[in-house]
């Protein structure tokens, strides 16, 4: 099985940069800004996109995404309203790897036969939820996998060698490296410590490992771009599309425009890491 993530960081690779990897909660601050926004990511440089959708008890995530996800929610964003918004943007944009990250209660309500079998028709082309370990694979993984899905594990800081070939044995697409003990949008990683654990966990795959959780701005997502072979922007990025809303936490005039201004800056310090590691 050979999906868009793999094509995208194999094009990558061959470029000989890193992939920029942007998160964006779907329904924030409404459904028809997230479709504009999320058409918009790629013209500005991202390379691979992933789509939050909202959960009334986000495990993982820090303040901001929180705050995302229940203006989300709060907006009427569903399950199949978030699948409705991929399949929209496959209209427009059919290379662009799309992978959804949430939960597992939303989908397990949603059923997840006709969760898979409806996010494969809409687009989707990999999944991360956080909070199915690799012991419950039978729930969600192996049947996305078998419905053609990538499933993408997160390893962290604590996962030691020991427990790393049970996180890997069904993970795909690519690995998806917390940089950091905690929360997303918590704290700066140790950069010499990020290089140390994306080398650990190629002795034991190759998959593509890309770095997330702390990702600030260019020069923070240049740092690590010249290592690993991805970096995921989350916190940083919800935080400036919510700087573009009104009073009233509406969306503005300038909204697509700061997102695209931001994830530019960011796809320019990806793209210039490895040559300025080189000089």
Not at 139 to 145: D, R, S, T
Request: aromatic residues 6%.
């Amino acid at each position: 099985m050979t999906t868009r993530i793999d094509q995208r960081f194999a094009l990558c690779r061959a470029e000989g940069r890193a992939a920029l990897v942007t998160y964006l909660m779907c329904g924030d601050p409404d459904l028809a800004t997230s479709l504009e926004v999320i058409k918009a990511l790629p013209r500005a440089g991202a390379d691979v996109l992933e789509v939050g959708m909202p959960f009334t008890d986000p495990m993982a995530d820090g303040p901001s995404i929180q705050a995302a996800g229940l203006r989300s929610l709060k907006a009427g964003t569903t399950v199949g309203k978030v699948l409705g918004v991929v399949a929209e943007f496959r209209k427009h944009d059919p290379d662009t790897p799309v992978v959804l990250m949430g939960y597992y209660n939303p989908i397990y309500i949603y059923g997840v036969d006709r969760f898979l079998a409806d996010a494969r028709a809409a687009g989707v082309d990999g999944l991360i939820i956080v909070d199915l370990p690799a012991e419950e694979d039978a729930e969600l993984c192996i049947p996305a996998l078998k419905a053609g899905l990538n499933f993408i594990r997160l390893a962290t800081p604590t996962t030691d060698d020991k427990r790393l070939p049970t996180i890997l044995a069904n993970t795909s697409g690519f690995v998806y490296y917390v940089s950091v003990t905690g929360i997303t949008g918590s704290t700066i990683p140790d950069y010499s410590r990020v290089t140390e654990a994306v080398t650990r966990i190629k002795r034991h795959t190759a998959l593509p490992v890309a770095v997330g959780f702390g990702v600030k701005n260019a020069q923070s997502a240049a740092a690590i771009a010249a290592h690993a072979d991805g970096v995921v922007v989350g916190t940083a990025l919800v935080d400036a599309l919510k700087s573009s809303f009104d009073a009233e936490g509406r969306a503005t005039a300038a909204t697509v425009d700061t997102v695209m201004a931001f994830v530019a800056d960011l796809a320019q310090g990806v793209r210039s890491a490895r040559q300025a590691a080189a000089e």
